[in-house]
Structures are given as structure tokens and as C-alpha cells.
């Protein structure tokens, strides 16, 4: 089984910065693309950023320029770097993962999420 857990969540005023942690866990064979997304109330989740093979990355227009992703499968870790955070980034950010738990098998496996509220 593998576990998604986010952290780093929290309150920051407009114009911070805050850095979310998505810790992967249990029986992981390797890591393949890695996504976060955010829900804001009484909407559909959606998709803010991507980390590919190969390394290459994905932004939501909305965040272009202000987020930056990143990944060590190593740490079994992503992170999702929020720079220059706006009232409108306030939302659940959820951690999502294709993963392989053996050489043959992947499946995909979300975090329970974590609280950003950008306020001042």
C-alpha cells in the first residue's frame, strides 16, 4: 500500500511565501508523474502544477511564474514552492501520484490535503 501525506500548510499574507511537502510512503517501486491540485469552496478540484518524466514541469496559468515544483525520489518527497501568494491562492492543495508499488503494477494515490490561506 502507499501513503500520501501533504504538509506546510498554513496562514501567510499576501506576497509570501510558503512551500508545501507531499511525503510518499509504503510500498513504492518507482515514481512516476507527480501533480498537485487545489480545491477552493463549493468548486471542483483542480490541477495547479506537474512534475514529468524526464523532470520537465507544468504551471497553471494562474500560477505561472509564482510556484515552482520539484521532486527527490530519493526522499520519496515533492514540493510545491509558492511565491508571491495571493488572496485567490487560498484553497485545500492536494498531492496526487502515479506510482509503481512493483516492477509490473502502478496506481494512483491521492494526500487527505492541506489548508493555504493567504490573508493579511
Known amino acids: 500500500q502507499v501513503q500520501i501525506v501533504e504538509s506546510g500548510g498554513g496562514l501567510v499574507q499576501p506576497g509570501g511565501s510558503l512551500t508545501l511537502s507531499c511525503a510518499m510512503s509504503g510500498n513504492i517501486w518507482s515514481i512516476h508523474t507527480t501533480y498537485w491540485y487545489r480545491q477552493f469552496p463549493g468548486k471542483e478540484r483542480e490541477l495547479v502544477a506537474g512534475?514529468?518524466?524526464?523532470?520537465?514541469?507544468k504551471f497553471a496559468d494562474s500560477v505561472k511564474d509564482r510556484f515552482t515544483i520539484s521532486r527527490n525520489d530519493a526522499k520519496n518527497t515533492v514540493w510545491l514552492q509558492m511565491n508571491n501568494l495571493l488572496p485567490e491562492d487560498t484553497a485545500v492543495y492536494y498531492c496526487?501520484?502515479?506510482?509503481?508499488?512493483?516492477?509490473?503494477?502502478?496506481?494512483?494515490?491521492w494526500g487527505q490535503g492541506t489548508q493555504v490561506t493567504v490573508a493579511s
Open positions: 496526487n501520484a502515479e506510482i509503481g508499488t512493483n516492477w509490473y503494477t502502478s496506481g494512483n494515490y
Open positions: 512534475f514529468l518524466a524526464g523532470g520537465g514541469t
